[in-house]
């Protein structure tokens, strides 16, 4: 698993935290919002995550633990995902002709 510089995403995590106060304090300002979205979005690519809260957290997580630590628990979570039905369904494919 490829990991991203620590330094990396603490910036990238500040730069939501920042875009996430303007938005918040200007909700109307589209290039505000946009700003937030993109960073969001970026945060999920370099976390490896769907949505920006679940690499928001991870992001936090990962700069508060060691990189060992981190891989472990990376490594629970996908475990446990199996048994708790978290991952998506399979894609069924249709028995009617087409």
Do not use: I
């Not at 589209?30 to 937030?36: K, Q, V």
């Not at 993109?38 to 991870?58: F, N, P």
């Amino acid at each position: 698993m490829l990991l991203p510089a620590k330094a990396e995403v603490a910036r990238q995590l500040n730069r939501y935290r920042e875009w996430e106060r303007v938005m918040l304090a200007a909700p109307s300002d589209r290039e505000a919002r946009d700003s937030f979205e993109d960073s969001g979005y970026t945060l999920c690519v370099l976390m490896g995550k769907r949505c920006a809260r679940e690499a928001v957290h991870a992001a936090e997580r990962y700069l508060r633990t060691s990189l060992v630590a981190y891989l472990r628990e990376q490594a629970g979570r996908a475990h446990a995902d199996r048994f708790t039905g978290r991952t998506p369904p399979a894609v069924q494919r249709s028995t009617a002709g087409g």
